[in-house]
């Protein structure tokens, strides 16, 4: 417990396999799986496996920036979103950066665009990383 870090209910991410830097991110203790807010999602086959290119929008503060980007399938998993709905989502392996320290964590990626926040980080990503305190923002980052 001692090596784990107090993050707030709003932190900044990187996702470096995704070209994506300074995001802000939801920390959801209620979300088992983390999730990313994609569009036009699209299957391809590469080296006999299943890979999808998709669209991202990487600044919430400009979503008329729109990145294509692509990924290796690792698999689809069936999710409760935040409304009770049961959805098919895909599932990716890409890396994290929080605070200088980079792992690996499982994404699903979704349509959020109802959502305030393009990326859910949820309790499988952050265990063994983190303690969450709710009350509070960007304590990892020190962002205002």
């Not at 400009?62 to 698999?75: F, H, I, T």
Request: net charge negative.
């Amino acid at each position: 417990m001692n090596n784990k870090k107090i993050v707030g209910a709003v932190e900044l991410c990187d996702l470096p396999k995704l070209a994506i830097t300074d995001l802000n991110v939801r920390v959801d203790t209620g979300a088992a799986t983390s999730s990313l807010h994609v569009d036009n999602i699209e299957e391809f086959e590469q080296n006999g496996e299943l890979w999808i290119t998709f669209d991202i929008h990487p600044d919430i503060h400009n979503v008329e920036r729109v990145v294509r980007r692509e990924a290796r399938v690792e698999g689809k998993k069936r999710v409760k979103s935040s409304t009770a709905t049961r959805e098919k989502r895909y599932v990716i392996i890409t890396p994290i950066i929080m605070d200088g320290y980079q792992w690996d964590i499982q994404l699903t990626l979704t349509d959020r665009s109802e959502m305030t926040y393009l990326m859910l980080l949820g309790r499988e990503a952050m265990s063994g990383h983190f303690i969450v305190d709710p009350e509070h923002d960007f304590l990892l980052t020190g962002r205002d």
